[in-house]
């Protein structure tokens, strides 16, 4: 606990102090409060962008679909190592062009480069909507740690969110980007000595892989397994494929890529982000050191059936890695890496906020309430919708069961994805006129939210499986709904976006001979620091 509380409050003094890092000559500016001055360089963005993607519940989360399904829990693995060679070229074009404009969302991109400030709403609500339940999921993290810790009660989130909420105000990108340099190292120190220490305990690699089969050969779900079964490798196929698509539509993880100095610092990052897949190759493999380990995952009340027959105790899985950690290290490095994984939470939490705040003010306050907003009146509106944000993913939290936060984290990923063509494609090409993006966005809302309406929650038990939920279970479409006769599954979003595309498509040839009001230049996608055209901050109005 003392090692704990004393990393907490090291990152804690550190949020705080972060205003006065590269002190700028004021905060009253987006480009200063939400953008770190727009002059981070290669390490600092490394740290930040990595910071961001692979947050507390990534660390939490993955082992313990490793620990319960096995094999199938490897699919973030393969997904971010295909995302970075496909966002490369993309991202520095959205760098340029941001930089030559002053864009600081992707959604002001949108609303230039189609002229449609109605497509350009629908994208920043898009993701605000997705961003809010990923911020909940991170008090997940937070929650498990605690609950593992014997501390029970609201108090301590309560308190952890507001210190961040206080910090992020204050300091703005700043510090989480400072907070990334700690929250990054503790977690390399955790995994490298977690892969190298705990094997040594459990019989080494072999036994641990043993431990695993043994437990899958006996478990009474299809789909478990050290190897993925032939049904389900479309699903994982597409889940991986379709996740890394994903990635870099959420507007959070566009502020850190906004917030670089230079073209070259997007491609030195985009080359050396794997290594922090690397890591998380090594951290799914705790659930398999969980399983020979014996652990047993925290339990709540009971789990029922739709038609009321009883499953058994409602198991927490996110309990898995903490209680690894309590269980394997002494006390004191338990401490060391629970606060890595509370810390891990923080971060990425305060650069979600930043980025949904920025889309609420430049993309709707702007736009719609007060055209005629000063610099200062945005920092200051995009400070407030921060505290808000916050404010809601804990009440979020606080008043609804933590599965409702996971379930609207499955369905963000699905509705972020339909931002691809709007965002991700229109960086490469001009050719979509708006009302055919919109119908394309709106055709694969519809779609996606359909197939995961019809995807049911199913418990596996030795006398078959129950279903204990009927809608929302999961994002395993069956593609026999589509009356195709097969069992074979694909990922939701994945189908839902190529539908997207389609409408899109035909939308856009039935539109032809319509102009689009394009404010961009070809031009624009590839200037780069130093370029006349790349301009200098400018001067914060009262």
Same mark, same amino acid.
């Given at each position: 606990?003392?090692?704990?509380?004393?990393?907490? $409050?090291?990152?804690?003094?550190?949020?705080?102090?972060?205003?006065?890092?590269?002190?700028?000559?004021t905060m009253e500016h987006?480009?200063?409060?939400?953008? !770190?001055?727009?002059?981070?360089?290669?390490?600092?963005?490394?740290?930040?962008?990595?910071?961001?993607?692979?947050?507390?519940?990534?660390?939490?989360?993955?082992?313990?679909?490793?620990?319960?399904?096995?094999?199938?829990?490897?699919?973030?693995? +393969?997904?971010?190592?295909? @995302?970075?060679?496909?966002?490369?070229?993309?991202?520095?074009?959205?760098?340029?062009?941001?930089?030559?404009?002053?864009?600081? #969302?992707?959604?002001?991109?949108?609303?230039?480069?189609?002229? %449609? +400030?109605?497509?350009?709403?629908?994208?920043?609500?898009?993701?605000?909507?997705?961003?809010?339940?990923?911020?909940?999921?991170?008090?997940?993290?937070?929650?498990?740690?605690?609950?593992?810790? !014997?501390?029970?009660?609201?108090?301590?989130?309560?308190?952890a969110f507001a210190v961040?909420?206080?910090?992020?105000?204050? =300091?703005?990108?700043?510090?989480?980007?400072?907070?990334?340099?700690?929250?990054?190292?503790?977690?390399? @120190?955790?995994?490298?000595?977690?892969?190298?220490?705990?094997? %040594?305990?459990?019989?080494?690699?072999?036994?641990?892989?043993?431990?695993?089969?043994?437990k899958f050969a006996a478990?009474?779900?299809?789909?478990?397994?050290?190897?993925?079964?032939?049904?389900?490798?479309?699903?994982?196929?597409?889940?991986?494929?379709? %996740?890394?698509?994903?990635?870099?539509?959420?507007?959070?993880?566009?502020?850190?890529?906004?917030?670089?100095?230079?073209?070259?610092?997007?491609?030195?990052?985009?080359?050396?982000?794997?290594?922090?897949?690397?890591?998380?190759?090594?951290?799914?493999?705790?659930?398999?050191?969980?399983?020979?380990?014996?652990?047993?995952?925290?339990?709540?009340?009971?789990?029922?059936?739709?038609?009321?027959?009883?499953?058994?105790?409602?198991?927490?899985?996110?309990?898995?890695?903490?209680?690894?950690?309590?269980?394997?290290?002494?006390?004191?490095?338990?401490?060391?890496?629970?606060?890595?994984?509370? /810390?891990?939470?923080?971060?990425?939490?305060?650069?979600? =906020?930043?980025?949904?705040?920025?889309?609420?003010?430049?993309?709707?306050?702007?736009?719609?309430?007060?055209?005629?907003?000063?610099?200062?009146?945005?920092?200051? %509106?995009?400070?407030?919708? =921060?505290?808000?944000?916050?404010?809601?993913?804990?009440?979020?939290?606080?008043?609804?069961?933590?599965?409702?936060?996971?379930?609207?984290?499955? /369905?963000?990923?699905?509705?972020?994805?339909?931002?691809?063509?709007?965002?991700? /494609?229109?960086?490469?090409?001009?050719?979509?006129?708006?009302?055919?993006?919109?119908?394309?966005?709106?055709?694969?809302?519809?779609? !996606?939210?359909?197939? $995961?309406? #019809?995807?049911?929650?199913?418990?596996?038990?030795?006398?078959? +499986?129950?279903?204990?939920?009927?809608?929302?279970? !999961?994002?395993?479409?069956?593609?026999?709904?589509?009356?195709?006769?097969?069992?074979?599954?694909?990922?939701?979003?994945?189908?839902?976006?190529?539908?997207?595309?389609?409408?899109?498509?035909?939308?856009?040839?039935?539109?032809?001979?319509?102009?689009?009001?394009?404010?961009?230049?070809?031009?624009?996608?590839?200037?780069?620091?130093?370029?006349?055209?790349?301009?200098?901050?400018?001067?914060?109005?009262?």
């Amino acid at each position: 606990m003392t090692v704990f509380l004393a990393l907490f $409050l090291l990152v804690t003094v550190m949020g705080f102090l972060a205003s006065r890092w590269r002190r700028a000559a004021t905060m009253e500016h987006l480009d200063e409060w939400g953008l !770190g001055g727009r002059s981070f360089g290669g390490w600092i963005t490394w740290f930040l962008v990595g910071g961001d993607l692979y947050t507390a519940y990534t660390f939490v989360a993955v082992p313990a679909l490793v620990f319960g399904a096995g094999a199938a829990g490897f699919f973030a693995v +393969p997904y971010t190592i295909v @995302v970075y060679p496909i966002v490369f070229l993309v991202l520095i074009r959205l760098w340029s062009v941001s930089h030559v404009h002053g864009y600081v #969302t992707p959604a002001d991109f949108v609303r230039a480069r189609s002229g %449609s +400030p109605t497509l350009a709403l629908a994208v920043a609500v898009t993701g605000i909507v997705a961003t809010m339940p990923y911020i909940a999921l991170q008090l997940v993290g937070i929650e498990a740690v605690l609950k593992t810790m !014997g501390i029970e009660g609201e108090l301590p989130i309560v308190l952890a969110f507001a210190v961040l909420a206080a910090y992020t105000y204050n =300091s703005g990108l700043r510090a989480p980007a400072l907070i990334a340099f700690v929250k990054d190292s503790l977690i390399y @120190v955790v995994i490298l000595v977690a892969v190298l220490y705990i094997p %040594s305990q459990v019989g080494g690699w072999d036994g641990i892989f043993a431990a695993a089969e043994e437990k899958f050969a006996a478990s009474p779900n299809p789909g478990d397994g050290v190897v993925l079964g032939g049904p389900a490798q479309l699903q994982y196929a597409t889940l991986a494929l379709g %996740s890394a698509l994903a990635l870099f539509l959420y507007p959070h993880s566009l502020t850190g890529v906004l917030a670089a100095r230079s073209r070259d610092t997007i491609k030195r990052n985009m080359a050396a982000l794997p290594a922090y897949t690397f890591l998380l190759g090594l951290l799914a493999l705790l659930g398999y050191m969980a399983i020979a380990a014996g652990v047993t995952p925290l339990t709540s009340g009971e789990l029922v059936g739709v038609d009321g027959t009883p499953v058994g105790p409602r198991a927490d899985s996110n309990t898995v890695v903490p209680l690894l950690f309590e269980q394997m290290f002494p006390d004191w490095f338990a401490g060391f890496a629970f606060a890595a994984v509370a /810390i891990g939470a923080l971060v990425p939490a305060a650069i979600m =906020s930043i980025a949904a705040a920025n889309l609420w003010t430049r993309n709707v306050y702007k736009e719609y309430l007060n055209k005629d907003a000063t610099p200062a009146q945005e920092a200051r %509106s995009s400070k407030l919708a =921060s505290l808000v944000v916050k404010l809601g993913a804990l009440l979020a939290i606080l008043a609804l069961d933590p599965q409702f936060s996971i379930d609207l984290q499955l /369905i963000g990923g699905v509705i972020i994805l339909q931002t691809l063509p709007a965002v991700g /494609i229109a960086l490469c090409t001009a050719w979509f006129r708006p009302q055919a993006l919109l119908a394309g966005w709106a055709a694969g809302l519809v779609a !996606g939210a359909w197939m $995961l309406w #019809t995807v049911p929650q199913t418990a596996f038990t030795p006398d078959g +499986p129950v279903v204990v939920r009927e809608h929302f279970g !999961g994002s395993a479409f069956r593609l026999d709904e589509l009356g195709l006769g097969t069992d074979a599954q694909v990922y939701a979003g994945f189908l839902a976006v190529l539908l997207n595309v389609v409408v899109a498509v035909l939308v856009n040839l039935a539109l032809r001979g319509r102009a689009v009001d394009d404010a961009t230049a070809e031009a624009d996608y590839h200037a780069d620091a130093g370029d006349p055209r790349v301009r200098d901050l400018p001067e914060a109005a009262g």
